[in-house]
């Protein structure tokens, strides 16, 4: 952990050479912590060396009064086995379109694209992006990628009473439902790729609907 004053939040990181220290900066708030998930990042000679690596930079504020200023504010929330969990959308990111292959059906012919990231107790857990395929200007069809932040997320569901994967993924389906209710094709449909660790689940695909 790296502990700093609230001046932190005002400053900018850039390498000797003027260039980003980081490439793409996810941030999420707990009540006396700011979490900074690192992704994307280059060595930089003299300075660090991430490396591509996904790592967590955890900055201690003292009064800065920090809000979710990256978040655009959660989406849903629920209790999922004993954690209370938040999904955020990251609203800077709509429609930026990951390095991904989102297999498109044949008849979209336009395309969003969100990002959101999920905490469990004020914990960064996970992240998930977002493609959406539109007909026109009908959803058609969603494709979830779920990739994995935190140790404390079980890489598979076998023995355990609940898929938490599955519980947060059908979390914020229907908030995307909602959000589209009129505007979709006769059946709009889904399916999630899990990230490994993850083990993929083949069950995770269906019918976008509202009350799932």
């Known amino acids: ?63 800065s009064g920090l809000q979710h200023g990256n978040h655009g504010g959660p989406v849903a929330k629920r209790e999922v ?6 999904v955020y959308e990251m609203s800077e990111h709509r429609d930026y379109r990951p390095d991904r292959d989102f297999g498109f059906v044949a008849a979209v012919n336009r395309h969003g694209y969100r990002q959101y990231e999920v905490d469990a107790n004020g914990q960064l857990v996970l992240r998930i992006e977002l493609s959406l395929g539109y007909v026109g200007e009908d959803l058609r069809d969603g494709t979830v990628f779920v990739t994995k932040l935190h140790d404390d997320v079980p890489n598979s569901y076998r023995g355990r009473r609940e898929d938490i994967i599955e519980r947060i993924v059908r979390l914020l389906l ?6 589209h209710d009129g505007r979709m094709t006769g059946i709009a449909e889904w399916k999630a ?14 019918e976008l609907r509202v009350d799932m």
Not at 3 to 11: G, L, P, Q
Not at 30 to 57: M, Y
Not at 81 to 86: D, K, L
């Open 193 to 206: 790729i899990l990230d490994a660790p993850l083990v993929g689940r083949p069950y995770l695909h269906g």
């Open 81 to 86: 086995a004993g954690c209370t969990i938040v």
């Open 1 to 63: 952990m790296m502990s700093v004053n609230s001046w932190f939040d005002s400053c900018v990181c850039l390498s000797e050479s003027g260039t980003p220290l980081f490439s793409r900066v996810l941030m999420s708030f707990g009540d006396d912590e700011v979490q900074f998930s690192v992704l994307d990042g280059r060595p930089l000679a003299g300075l660090c060396d991430v490396g591509g690596k996904l790592f967590d930079l955890v900055v201690e504020f003292e009064g």
């Open 174 to 179: 229907p908030v995307i439902a909602s959000e």
